[in-house]
């Protein structure tokens, strides 16, 4: 009630004349996320709500989470692309579309090489192009500040984006973090929409086949440790790829005597491309020579790794002091009663 009784108190003094603007693209900012905490907020309670009125508990998982916000991020990353290129206090279709269209043809034809020779799936073409358009709007960002930097000091490209940075750490710290969400960004992907796996039991030179990846079980052995009280029981596999041997794994299971349980450690080749994951989930005596696998491909997951690295060096770089902060001496009251008396 107090809120709507000053409403008109509650007013800005500046009114927002462009709806392409930066300030206005922040506000569809915040609207967007603030979409997807009421998302995150109804999934949360709607058991209880549920409960309420049926009686039942009804609950939901991941797939309505990532069905409801998965446009919003879309939305975030179209925003994170094109308002950096707004400008402040008044912006149009024209003068947007004259900053855009360079980095937009680009990230088309990124997004065409994609669909060339990586993959038809229109929902990833679509994060793609975003993910692309995000990347080289704020490298242009860069690109043209240590330019305008370069032809005002004379200085090279890379001492003028170096101090360009150290003069605005709060903004370039910032496209730094907009980069890392995108490289995260692929990472999510290729989880959600190219994840593949399989499980067989093989015995010995049995081989799995996966997203062109072969799986030769070739050995496994198993030994107690007295020492850390566990068992030890690893399987040798070879990963071949095009026929050329790639690498060894070793997935193993521990088992601690002491808990009674159970600890399963995989056996992972990580590269850019993807990840082969592999799981020992159960096995025969050696004598049988027999065991069951598990196998996950998981393309682009290294990306997600990658990103929260650079995550972390944008924050590292936005939130850094600026050298010339001085300290400020605060004085109690008590002594600044004592001060006032003494005068």
Excluded at 54 to 62: D, F, I, L, N
Excluded at 93 to 120: C, E, H, M, N, S
Excluded at 177 to 197: D, N, P, R, V, W
């Amino acid at each position: 009630g107090l809120l709507i009784y000053r409403w008109a108190d509650l007013r800005a003094e500046a009114e927002m004349k462009s709806m392409l603007s930066r300030e206005a693209l922040f506000l569809l900012n915040n609207l967007l996320f603030m979409s997807v905490l009421i998302v995150c907020f109804w999934g949360v309670i709607f058991p209880l709500i549920s409960e309420l009125f049926t009686g039942q508990k009804v609950t939901v998982g991941p797939p309505f989470y990532e069905r409801a916000n998965a446009p919003l991020f879309a939305a975030l990353m179209l925003l994170m692309g094109v308002a950096p290129l707004s400008a402040w206090g008044h912006s149009t279709v024209q003068t947007l579309g004259r900053a855009l269209w360079k980095p937009v043809i680009a990230a088309l034809a990124i997004t065409a090489l994609a669909f060339v020779t990586y993959t038809r799936n229109v929902i990833a073409l679509i994060g793609f192009f975003l993910v692309a358009l995000v990347i080289l709007v704020t490298l242009y960002e860069f690109w043209r500040g240590a330019r305008a930097r370069q032809r005002t000091q004379g200085e090279n490209f890379f001492t003028a984006l170096a101090r360009l940075i150290g003069k605005n750490r709060r903004r370039y710290g910032g496209y730094i973090i907009h980069i890392s969400m995108m490289l995260m960004a692929i990472g999510i992907l290729g989880i959600e929409l190219f994840q593949t796996q399989t499980q067989g039991t093989l015995q010995v030179n049995q081989s799995l086949e996966l997203q062109g990846y072969k799986l030769v079980y070739k050995d496994i052995a198993s030994w107690d440790n007295p020492g850390a009280n566990v068992n030890y029981t690893r399987a040798v596999v070879e990963v071949y790829k095009n026929d050329q041997l790639l690498t060894e794994l070793h997935p193993r299971t521990d088992y601690y005597f002491e808990s009674q349980q159970n600890m399963t450690i995989p056996g992972v080749r990580s590269t850019l491309t993807d990840d082969v994951y592999l799981l020992l989930v159960d096995w025969e005596p050696a004598s049988a020579a027999g065991a069951t696998f598990k196998v996950f491909v998981n393309p682009l997951v290294n990306w997600l790794w990658i990103g929260c690295i650079a995550f972390l060096f944008g924050v590292i770089i936005a939130a850094w002091p600026d050298k010339d902060l001085q300290p400020v001496t605060v004085r109690s009251a008590r002594t600044a009663h004592q001060a006032s008396a003494a005068d």
